[in-house]
């Protein structure tokens, strides 16, 4: 009877990432079909299959069609789908090191950091800064903040989390202050290129932007899955986690340092996208319980699903149009996340 109990969750968390796995690829495939130039499912499955060596499929029809998906889609979608993977795993991490349900990587200054970055590249070389000196100036901007609030935060070789996010919150202030100046000494070109880049976007995604962020999506998750454990164990609380052997110390300062690498390599290519990293691990810890073995690889993919889902949106809700991403995220992202709040406070008393 109870394997039966045990194996009932297993199987549950089994079926939603297989699920999950699905809603990504045909996302992801309706995501690469959708645009001006059309595309059928079959031609983009034909135009994938013939680059692998196989000719098997039909290819695009459109004289324009090949060129199309492989130089503006498929960047697009893929970047899509490893910065969402990055900032939903980063989300869940935070949550988890810090014990705290409202923990998202802007507590740490990450977003604030990269943002003060890309406006000082963006006022410095002008308003038609080449997009890697401003994805370099706020990937950079990013790691050094997070360092920083590590720094201030720490005392007597200890970080409190309320300090932690305390120092945040103060760092996060001064930044906004920063971004302030530089939007305030702007050209009214360069000023509209900083505001844009805040708002978030996938228009300017290449390969070498797939090429540089990959790497650094894929290292962060599998390092945060080989975490996962200890995840576990701190939620039992730091005291209970120590007797147990985790260095609670090293564990949140390896999660900062590998949430850094992640949103940072992240928003440097797309500017700030606001709310994906504090929703998305909410969702996925209701769909498959709070065991972080499941709930990051779950978080994971929720971010994908979601950061594909809004370029679509973002796309095609007004025609000819690209509408900014973080504006539609927080749009929706944070109503929803009221209603979440709600449904908490109902059924659990809230969040304490």
Known sequence: MSA???????????????????????????????????????EVLGSILHRTGLDIGPLPSHPSGEVTLWQVRFPRVLLALLVGAALGCAGALLQGVFSNPLAEPGVIGVSAGAAVGASAAIVVGGAFSAGPVVAAAAFV??????????????AEGRTEVVTLVL?????????????????FVASPAARDQIVFWQLGSLNGATWNAVAIVAPM??????????????????????????????????????V???VAVLVSSSVAFTGIILFVGLVVPH?????????????????????????????????????????????????????????LLRRTRSRQGGWA
């Open 283 to 339: 969702v996925m810890r209701m769909l498959v319980g709070p065991g972080h073995r499941l709930l990051l690889p779950a978080s994971a993919l929720g971010g994908a699903i979601v950061l594909v889902a809004a370029d679509l949106g973002a796309r095609t809700l007004v025609p000819n149009a690209d509408l900014p991403l973080g504006m539609l995220t927080s749009l929706v992202g944070g109503p929803f996340f009221f209603w």
């Open 4 to 42: 039966v109990v045990t194996a009932r969750p297993r199987l549950r968390a089994g079926t939603v990432l297989t699920g999950l796995l699905i809603l990504v690829a045909v996302l992801a495939l309706t995501s690469a079909c959708i645009g001006q130039v059309p595309t059928s499912p079959m």
């Open 217 to 254: 999506a894929v290292a962060g998750i599998a390092v945060s899955m080989v975490l996962a454990a200890k995840l576990d164990l701190l939620a039992l609380g730091e005291s209970a986690a120590r007797h147990l052997g985790v260095d609670v110390e090293k564990l949140r300062l390896v």
């Open 167 to 183: 120092t945040g919150v103060a760092i996060n202030a001064f930044a906004g202050g920063l971004i302030a100046f530089f939007t």
């Open 141 to 154: 901007a990013g790691l050094i903040t997070t360092t920083l609030v590590y720094l201030l935060a720490r």
């Open 256 to 258: 900062i340092v590998v």
